[in-house]
């Protein structure tokens, strides 16, 4: 299983970006989709995910700002990225829970400027 993100880039704090994930190979199964970041020097933390039930989770610190969606038939996953602030600065990284491994993506850098 591969994960390809994209949709990182520099912005102004108040701006936005959208981030895209999308899940090629043997994919036999997927219990949930998400984002999570790691700020220099932080721990990996969940931002958002989303059930194969279409339940969302999202952190505290981004409730109101930023929704994830996702396109099924796709394998893709998306994070709408809205009112960014410089402490959202961090490495996205793109998680694919198949319910018995995790796979991961290379992670896309998103940085807001003051």
Same mark, same amino acid.
């Given at each position: 299983?591969?994960? /390809?993100? @994209?949709?990182?880039?520099? $912005?102004? /704090?108040?701006?936005?970006? %959208?981030?895209?994930?999308? /899940?090629?190979?043997?994919?036999?199964?997927?219990?949930?989709?998400?984002?999570?970041?790691?700020?220099?020097?932080?721990? %990996?933390? *969940?931002?958002?995910?989303?059930?194969?039930?279409?339940?969302?989770?999202?952190?505290?610190? $981004?409730?109101? %700002?930023?929704?994830?969606? %996702?396109?099924?038939?796709?394998?893709? $996953? &998306?994070?709408?990225?809205?009112? *960014?602030?410089?402490?959202?600065?961090? $490495?996205? &990284?793109? *998680? *694919?829970?198949?319910?018995?491994?995790? &796979?991961?993506?290379?992670?896309?850098?998103?940085?807001? @400027?003051?």
């Amino acid at each position: 299983v591969r994960l /390809a993100e @994209s949709g990182g880039g520099l $912005v102004q /704090a108040g701006g936005s970006l %959208r981030l895209s994930c999308a /899940a090629s190979g043997s994919i036999l199964a997927i219990n949930a989709m998400g984002w999570y970041r790691q700020a220099p020097g932080k721990q %990996r933390e *969940l931002v958002a995910d989303i059930s194969n039930d279409g339940t969302r989770k999202y952190a505290e610190s $981004v409730k109101d %700002r930023f929704t994830i969606s %996702r396109d099924v038939a796709r394998y893709t $996953v &998306y994070l709408q990225m809205d009112s *960014l602030k410089p402490e959202d600065t961090a $490495v996205y &990284y793109c *998680l *694919l829970d198949s319910g018995w491994s995790d &796979y991961w993506g290379q992670g896309t850098q998103v940085t807001v @400027s003051s």
